[in-house]
């Protein structure tokens, strides 16, 4: 049995812009441009980058919530675009999705018995609203919340409470694959340190495997695997989170590294200033994207970057890749 | 004894400051007797969770919140030998925005969509200048060039929403500036923007700040940010003020529990991979606050009469205030601490 879970290869994801009358597409916002990327069986995969570098986008692409344009996306060796039906309900079954936010992604007028249990009934995991009772709070038991809520609506809890019903949907159908797309970065500090422990203990009691979408580096460089930094939809690095935070090759992620506040107020760090901010992905510069707010670039930017590889502290293979032209 | 030359570079007083909220015929305290102190150059951070009242602290200042159901504030607030709480609407028209100016977390609601960006910064020149026409064209067009907006020329005609959040949140800035202020309350600034963008927006506060001498009231949840920027620090939990100290004492001898259980859940280099000492349960509800210390069902040194009295702040030394009966010298809070050394 191969280790893959999730295999992405030279995934491009459009999304048109039509205007004038005849609503023709002008134009296209170009979210993701050639992405390769793998996750391991019992793995978690960090995806890094400033808002607007498609990192949300990557991830539904990545579990089919949003068509692709072209690429390849292999769910356990198998190509979702030629999944029959059937199949593609077990997809569905096995891989699933936490949001940002929990109170806009939980419907205000089902209880979480529902919001929980509903695809249960669907894919005939129970038969009964007996069974589904019982299932349910067993789930709610496994996201440390107590059984006999399941009879309360969403606007009941708190933030962190309506995650962990969010989490535990997600956790009911038994997937082996959860997308988490900046699951903490609403909660207050405090709640998104239980959130945090509750996805590892899970990760260990279900065998899970985590697509894991943050901003936050520090959390990323705590919770990680491995980590793909992200600009403009293009991979700027890919290497082991010890290997990344400790060895980093790219530009742009030492400029992220060094922009993250200190641990310490006596703490000195050397800043790398960027300019500007990150450019329009309707018209995303030629060759390296980074290059317009790059402190180092030079005329053969424009160009294709090389893809380079460089031996991970970690892993002791060459497979802390980067793709700039510096060494 | 503070020396002289401190106090004269005091340019804000809050003194025993309460503010109200009136629900279902029921008042609740949003925020309880804080009393702090801005100084000429320097930064105070207010830190804690959502709901702790430190943003309500902001509001109350600049006598910005709607009322009802926000009760008027007691206590004092001084500037220039004036309480802002006794003065008329009037008066503190004058001074709000102007001499106080204020930024918000999201720049976006904070400015007007349907104006331009031109428009909005003329009425503020127009309002704290005095200043019409080529004057005060020429007075925006400077605060742009201060907070580093490229061809602000060209952006005086844009809208609001033809702007990148950390352009908007410059453009906050620069508005904040206008008035040459004497103090800058920023709640939040950079909550909103990613870390590249973020570090902008603070060296340039930071800039601006030594500049104008301002003193600024920084509030944030980030304890990154108040590496960053603060000189002092107030961490506020459940409406009150539970530890006062130098930015290093709080880093340093933190004093309070849930100053600690902050900094414990923060994933930083030291922690065990893939667990984190998390606070266990949630902040409690404004109109459900414990008895005694609020923070007592939260907290792994509680003591039976943590839930039994009022808890009055004690000097840790230098200064260091700390809301905690951990530091009332007994023999069971000095076992209490030996359990843990950081505090």
Request: with cysteine.
């Given at each position: 049995?191969?280790?893959?879970?999730?295999?992405?290869?030279n995934?491009?994801?459009?999304?048109?812009?039509?205007d004038?009358i005849?609503?023709?597409?002008?134009?296209?916002?170009?979210?993701?441009?050639?992405?390769?990327?793998?996750?391991?069986?019992?793995?978690?995969?960090?995806?890094?980058?400033?808002?607007?570098?498609?990192?949300?986008?990557?991830?539904?692409?990545?579990?089919?919530?949003?068509?692709?344009?072209s690429?390849?996306?292999?769910?356990?060796?198998?190509?979702?675009?030629?999944?029959?039906?059937?199949?593609?309900?077990?997809?569905r079954?096995?891989?699933?999705?936490?949001?940002q936010?929990?109170?806009?992604?939980?419907?205000?007028r089902?209880s979480?018995?529902?919001?929980?249990?509903?695809?249960?009934?669907?894919?005939g995991?129970?038969?009964?609203?007996?069974e589904?009772?019982?299932?349910?709070?067993?789930?709610?038991?496994?996201?440390?919340?107590?059984?006999?809520?399941?009879?309360?609506?969403?606007?009941?809890?708190?933030?962190?409470?309506?995650?962990?019903?969010?989490?535990?949907?997600?956790?009911?159908?038994?997937?082996?694959?959860?997308?988490?797309?900046?699951?903490?970065?609403?909660?207050?500090?405090?709640?998104q340190?239980?959130?945090?422990?509750?996805?590892?203990d899970?990760?260990?009691?279900?065998?899970?495997?985590?697509?894991?979408?943050?901003?936050?580096l520090?959390?990323?460089?705590?919770?990680?695997?491995?980590?793909?930094?992200?600009?403009?939809?293009?991979?700027?690095?890919?290497?082991?989170?010890?290997?990344?935070?400790?060895?980093?090759?790219?530009?742009?992620?030492?400029?992220?590294?060094?922009?993250?506040?200190?641990?310490?107020?006596?703490?000195?760090?050397?800043?790398?200033p960027?300019?500007?901010q990150?450019?329009?992905?309707?018209d995303?510069?030629?060759?390296?994207?980074?290059?317009?707010?790059?402190?180092?670039?030079q005329?053969?930017?424009?160009?294709?970057?090389?893809i380079?590889?460089?031996?991970?502290?970690?892993?002791g293979k060459?497979?802390?890749?980067?793709?700039?032209?510096?060494? | 004894?503070?020396?002289?030359?401190?106090?004269?570079?005091?340019?804000?007083?809050?003194?025993?400051?309460?503010?109200?909220?009136?629900?279902?015929?029921?008042?609740?305290?949003?925020?309880?007797?804080?009393?702090?102190?801005?100084?000429?150059g320097?930064?105070?951070?207010?830190?804690?969770?959502?709901?702790?009242?430190?943003?309500?602290?902001?509001?109350?200042?600049?006598?910005?919140?709607?009322?009802?159901?926000?009760?008027?504030?007691?206590?004092?607030?001084?500037?220039?030998?004036?309480?802002?709480?006794?003065?008329s609407?009037n008066?503190?028209?004058?001074i709000?925005?102007?001499?106080?100016?204020?930024?918000?977390?999201?720049?976006?609601s904070?400015?007007?969509?349907?104006?331009?960006?031109?428009?909005?910064?003329?009425?503020?020149?127009?309002?704290?200048?005095?200043?019409?026409?080529?004057e005060?064209?020429?007075?925006?067009?400077?605060?742009?060039?201060?907070?580093?907006?490229?061809?602000?020329?060209?952006?005086?005609?844009?809208?609001?929403?033809?702007?990148?959040?950390?352009?908007k949140q410059?453009?906050?800035?620069?508005?904040?500036l206008?008035?040459?202020?004497?103090?800058?309350?920023?709640?939040?600034?950079?909550?909103?923007?990613?870390?590249?963008i973020?570090?902008?927006v603070?060296?340039?506060?930071r800039h601006?700040?030594q500049?104008?001498?301002?003193?600024?009231?920084?509030?944030?949840?980030?304890?990154?940010?108040?590496?960053?920027?603060?000189?002092?620090?107030?961490?506020?939990?459940a409406s009150?003020?539970?530890?006062?100290?130098?930015?290093?004492?709080?880093?340093?001898?933190?004093?309070?529990?849930?100053?600690?259980?902050?900094?414990?859940?923060?994933?930083?280099?030291?922690?065990?991979?893939?667990?984190?000492?998390?606070?266990?349960?949630?902040?409690?509800?404004?109109?459900?606050?414990?008895?005694?210390?609020?923070?007592?069902?939260?907290?792994?040194?509680?003591?039976e009469?943590?839930?039994?009295?009022?808890?009055?702040?004690?000097?840790?030394?230098?200064?260091?205030?700390?809301?905690?009966?951990?530091?009332?010298?007994?023999i069971l809070?000095?076992?209490?601490?030996?359990?843990?050394?950081l505090?």
């Amino acid at each position: 049995m191969s280790r893959v879970l999730l295999n992405i290869e030279n995934l491009h994801v459009n999304f048109p812009i039509f205007d004038g009358i005849l609503k023709r597409e002008v134009a296209s916002v170009k979210a993701i441009r050639g992405v390769d990327l793998c996750l391991h069986k019992g793995e978690i995969l960090s995806i890094v980058g400033e808002s607007g570098c498609g990192k949300s986008t990557l991830g539904r692409a990545a579990i089919k919530l949003i068509e692709p344009s072209s690429g390849k996306v292999e769910f356990l060796g198998k190509n979702l675009a030629d999944l029959k039906k059937s199949e593609m309900e077990s997809f569905r079954q096995q891989a699933q999705m936490v949001f940002q936010d929990p109170f806009s992604s939980l419907n205000p007028r089902k209880s979480i018995l529902d919001a929980v249990g509903e695809s249960l009934l669907y894919h005939g995991l129970v038969k009964t609203v007996d069974e589904q009772k019982t299932l349910v709070a067993e789930i709610l038991r496994k996201v440390g919340l107590s059984s006999d809520i399941m009879n309360r609506y969403p606007h009941q809890f708190s933030g962190g409470q309506q995650q962990r019903i969010c989490i535990g949907r997600a956790l009911a159908l038994n997937p082996k694959l959860i997308v988490c797309d900046e699951v903490v970065s609403a909660l207050d500090v405090s709640v998104q340190a239980q959130i945090l422990n509750l996805l590892h203990d899970l990760k260990e009691t279900f065998q899970l495997s985590y697509l894991f979408i943050s901003h936050d580096l520090s959390i990323v460089r705590f919770f990680s695997d491995r980590v793909v930094v992200l600009y403009l939809g293009k991979v700027m690095e890919t290497a082991t989170t010890k290997e990344l935070f400790e060895n980093p090759k790219h530009p742009y992620t030492r400029a992220l590294l060094a922009a993250t506040p200190k641990n310490h107020p006596n703490e000195i760090k050397e800043r790398i200033p960027l300019q500007g901010q990150i450019p329009s992905p309707i018209d995303p510069p030629s060759g390296c994207p980074f290059r317009t707010r790059c402190p180092f670039a030079q005329p053969i930017c424009a160009e294709p970057p090389p893809i380079k590889r460089v031996k991970d502290a970690i892993t002791g293979k060459e497979d802390h890749t980067y793709a700039c032209i510096l060494d | 004894m503070k020396d002289e030359q401190v106090l004269d570079e005091r340019i804000l007083i809050v003194n025993q400051l309460n503010t109200k909220l009136k629900i279902a015929d029921k008042y609740y305290s949003v925020v309880e007797d804080l009393s702090f102190e801005l100084i000429k150059g320097k930064t105070l951070s207010i830190v804690g969770e959502s709901g702790c009242g430190k943003t309500f602290t902001a509001l109350s200042i600049m006598r910005l919140h709607s009322n009802p159901p926000v009760l008027p504030s007691t206590g004092e607030v001084i500037y220039k030998g004036q309480n802002l709480l006794q003065i008329s609407e009037n008066e503190m028209r004058k001074i709000r925005g102007g001499k106080i100016a204020m930024i918000f977390q999201d720049p976006s609601s904070a400015l007007n969509p349907v104006y331009t960006i031109g428009d909005q910064l003329l009425e503020s020149v127009a309002l704290h200048r005095g200043l019409y026409d080529d004057e005060a064209y020429e007075c925006v067009l400077n605060a742009l060039n201060e907070v580093h907006i490229a061809s602000p020329a060209a952006r005086l005609d844009d809208y609001p929403h033809q702007l990148s959040g950390g352009m908007k949140q410059r453009i906050m800035i620069a508005m904040a500036l206008i008035g040459q202020p004497d103090i800058l309350i920023a709640d939040e600034p950079t909550t909103a923007l990613d870390v590249t963008i973020q570090l902008q927006v603070l060296e340039l506060i930071r800039h601006l700040q030594q500049k104008n001498k301002m003193a600024l009231l920084l509030i944030t949840h980030d304890m990154g940010v108040v590496a960053e920027m603060a000189d002092e620090v107030i961490v506020m939990y459940a409406s009150n003020k539970v530890e006062a100290a130098t930015v290093n004492q709080i880093f340093d001898k933190m004093g309070h529990p849930y100053t600690l259980g902050l900094f414990q859940s923060r994933p930083n280099d030291t922690s065990d991979k893939g667990y984190l000492k998390a606070i266990k349960g949630s902040v409690p509800s404004l109109t459900n606050y414990p008895t005694g210390c609020r923070f007592s069902p939260r907290c792994p040194f509680v003591m039976e009469r943590c839930k039994q009295q009022i808890i009055p702040n004690f000097d840790i030394g230098d200064h260091h205030l700390v809301k905690c009966l951990l530091h009332d010298g007994t023999i069971l809070s000095q076992e209490k601490l030996k359990e843990h050394p950081l505090i």
